[in-house]
């Protein structure tokens, strides 16, 4: 079996943590390496920008009673509508429509403690948002 050469270099987003990566040694018996990739890095701090991008305009957004405030939490989570949808427990169309400032004021508190388990948050953060943030 063909040696895999795994990626070593260092890797500022994992925060000094290390991944771990299997791979078919000389003998051809998987064994653990350590794993680090430029590359994945990159991908990462470009994922990240764009979140916080997307976070600054969602305030404006807001400041223009346009969105809601579950769009900025979801993207402070670094979550996308399938992956809010998914783990609140909604269909994507309505959690698109609570996105929307007009929507958002006609929510019952069921659903929005939802959204605040979801986000890890307190009700009065998602009912009194401060756009100052």
Known sequence: MKQIKVPQEENST???HQKVMYAPNSSGEFQTFNYGSNIEEYATKLAVEEYEILQKECL???KNNISSPIEYYMYQNRMDIPTLASVAGFFQFRVK????AKYFVKLNDK???KYCEVFDIKMNDLK????EK
């Open 128 to 131: 009194e948002f401060n756009n």
């Open 14 to 16: 994992l925060a000094g």
């Open 97 to 100: 429509r609570h996105l929307k």
């Open 60 to 62: 404006e957004n807001i």
């Open 111 to 113: 659903i929005l403690q």
